[in-house]
């Protein structure tokens, strides 16, 4: 491979996204909860899910599970989880609540049109199990 | 004898075949493709020829010095191709069921399988370590056999290229003797799948006799849909973070573990391994799904069970 066959793969990359952003490819969401509780399940061994609070965008979800809980965040056209342990470590903002993994790669994940009551009840389900 | 390098070659009509089903994603499933995924597999795919270019000489140079201890003389000839082709395929199940259990190897190839979707993108997201994690030392027997290098490396070309078209979920099942004989979309979706049923199987690159002969082979289930991606994903699209991530765990546990064996183990133990065995590997994840699809097979069989709706097959079942 030489300087141009370099050039033109890099300039191939870019029209190929380009092309991808321009045939809205990738768009998608969480629909309900309980596509949220069966997505933790599949995505966590031995996840057992019982609630779920997704984000009125669809872009995240929290569930409720028998002996933990697991976030979601939609991850381009799928979804990426991670298993949580209490207290969950959260901020309120106007947009929502904010749960923060410990993770800088994966990062904060916003609970859109979530309120912070609603995280507070399911969290205290786990407490009562 | 100068070869022609098949890869670069054939970089056009991996663009266009890109293109082609991302069409085909537009009218039948758009979350096939994901233009931010799309980006880092393709990155990746082209940082992996740039490292190949830069390791490139030292490991010919390395493959040139062992031809000289051969042990016969292979010449040109086409049948000698076919032969090499082969064997170096058997080399490459041999490599690629290591680079998934030991973590050392895994560390470079889990790049590979850090996308979520499946498609002809995932298939140039390729490694940037492969000369750090010593993955060429699978092909030195091959030149102490009496293959020449050029052959070697233009039908590693030539195989690099065959499991490209194998990244799609646009192709169903081939023909049953193809399917028997041949590694195929079907039977590669299986072996990027981290449902517990499809873990650690076909491991194949052209062949999938290989992973028939030696119980590695799963075959894909319609009541099982692959999920792609590896255990833990990694919620980002960071190009270097994708192709570094297993490296920094490694030096990470290295780095706390007690004492030297633990920090052996945790280079040369399969993915997940713990001195603790506080994670997952994907043995325990098995085994919790057997007991799981066990109880719930046991729960089916009871007259009168809340559980009764469960699926006997185990593809959904909760674990635990």
Redesign the interface.
């Known amino acids: 491979?030489n300087w141009t066959?370099?050039g033109?793969?890099?300039a191939?990359?870019l029209v190929?996204?380009w092309?991808?952003?321009l045939?809205?490819?990738?768009?998608?969401r969480i629909a309900d909860a309980e596509i949220a509780r069966?997505m933790a399940?599949?995505?966590l061994?031995?996840?057992?899910?019982r609630a779920a609070l997704v984000s009125t965008n669809g872009a995240a979800a929290l569930v409720l599970g028998t002996d933990g809980i697991a976030l979601l965040?939609r991850?381009?056209?799928?979804v990426?989880?991670?298993r949580l342990s209490r207290p969950l470590w959260r901020r309120p903002s106007p947009e929502g609540v904010t749960i923060e993994t410990g993770?800088r790669?994966?990062?904060p994940v916003l609970l859109y049109g979530v309120l912070p009551e609603d995280v507070d009840r399911l969290e205290a389900q786990l407490t009562m199990m | 004898m100068t070869l022609a390098?098949p890869v670069?070659l054939a970089?056009p009509a991996f663009?266009l075949l890109?293109?082609a089903e991302?069409?085909v994603?537009?009218i039948k499933d758009?979350?096939?493709?994901?233009?931010?995924?799309?980006?880092t597999s393709?990155?990746l795919g082209?940082g992996s020829?740039?490292a190949g270019?830069l390791s490139g000489g030292a490991v010919f140079a390395l493959a040139t010095w062992v031809w000289q201890f051969r042990l016969f003389d292979i010449g040109y000839a086409w049948y000698w191709f076919v032969l090499a082709f082969v064997v170096d395929d058997f080399a490459y199940y041999l490599f690629h069921r290591s680079a998934h259990r030991v973590r050392w190897f895994w560390a470079s190839h889990v790049i590979h399988h850090s996308s979520?979707?499946y498609n002809l993108?995932t298939a140039l997201r390729q490694t940037w370590t492969g000369f750090f994690s010593l993955a060429f030392l699978f092909r030195l027997p091959l030149f102490l056999i009496g293959f020449p290098p050029a052959m070697i490396f233009f039908v590693a070309g030539l195989n690099l290229i065959y499991q490209f078209w194998i990244h799609t979920e646009v192709i169903g099942r081939m023909p049953r003797w193809f399917e028997a004989v041949m590694n195929t979309p079907s039977h590669h979706r299986v072996h990027h799948a981290t449902n517990?049923r499809y873990l650690d199987s076909n491991y194949a690159g052209v062949f999938i006799v290989w992973d028939k002969w030696l119980g590695t082979f799963e075959p894909e289930r319609d009541d099982d849909k692959p999920?792609y991606?590896i255990?833990k994903?990694?919620?980002?699209?960071?190009i270097v973070?994708a192709a570094t991530?297993e490296w920094v765990g490694i030096a990470k546990d290295v780095w706390r573990a007690p004492g030297w064996k633990a920090r052996v183990n945790y280079m040369i133990r399969p993915p997940g391994w713990s001195h603790d065995g506080s994670r997952?590997t994907s043995e325990?994840?098995k085994a919790?799904?057997e007991a799981a699809r066990h109880e719930g097979g046991q729960a089916w069989k009871k007259p009168i069970s809340s559980s009764s709706d469960a699926d006997p097959a185990g593809a959904?079942s909760?674990?635990?």
């Open positions: 491979m066959q370099l033109g793969s890099l191939a990359v190929l996204v092309i991808a952003r045939l809205k490819l990738g768009e998608s069966r399940e599949e995505a061994s031995g996840f057992v899910a965040k991850h381009g056209a799928k990426a989880a991670r993770e790669m994966f990062g | 390098d670069t970089i663009v890109v293109l991302m069409i994603a537009r758009r979350t096939r493709y994901e233009p931010r995924d799309t980006l393709l990155m082209t020829t740039v270019i979520q979707h993108s517990p999920r991606g255990v994903n990694l919620g980002s699209f960071n973070w991530h997952d325990t994840i919790r799904w959904q909760p674990a635990v």
